[in-house]
């Protein structure tokens, strides 16, 4: 059982800067890979950001590419969302995801455990 917690989000002017922090529970989140997503109004839950469990594969949706990095800190059980340059059209409820699989993976119906998530707002 891994429970996840995010925390970070908040309301930032277009072109400004967030760090989303995913704190996990349990001794096995270094065997997990992780992922972000976000879901705006009336949409469906997308892809934003994955990384593998030892942090050697990261995987971008095309739309933060060269904008958002994640990392993790497997000793503090955190994953990272770093998001620079952010639009409007980043505007959202971010969550984090663990999914116990070898393969990153993009897909939200493969994570098994996912945090409460957190808002984020950018203004124009």
């Known amino acids: 059982q891994v429970q996840l917690v995010e925390s970070g989000g908040g309301l930032v002017q277009a072109g400004g800067s967030l760090r989303l922090s995913c704190a996990a529970s349990?001794?096995?989140?270094?065997?997990?890979?992780m992922g972000w997503f976000r879901q705006a109004p009336g949409k469906e839950r997308e892809f934003v950001a994955a990384?593998?469990?030892?942090?050697?594969?990261?995987s971008y949706a095309d739309s933060v590419k060269g904008r958002f990095t994640i990392s993790r800190d497997n000793a503090k059980n955190t994953v990272y969302l770093q998001m620079n340059s952010l639009k409007p059209e980043d505007t959202a409820v971010y969550y984090c995801?663990?999914?116990?699989?070898?393969?990153?993976?993009?897909?939200?119906?493969?994570?098994?455990?996912w945090g409460q998530g957190t808002q984020v707002n950018v203004s124009s």
């Open positions: 995801g663990a999914d116990r699989g070898v393969v990153v993976t993009t897909t939200p119906r493969e994570y098994d455990y």
């Open positions: 349990g001794r096995t989140f270094s065997s997990y890979a």
């Open positions: 990384i593998s469990w030892s942090g050697g594969i990261t």
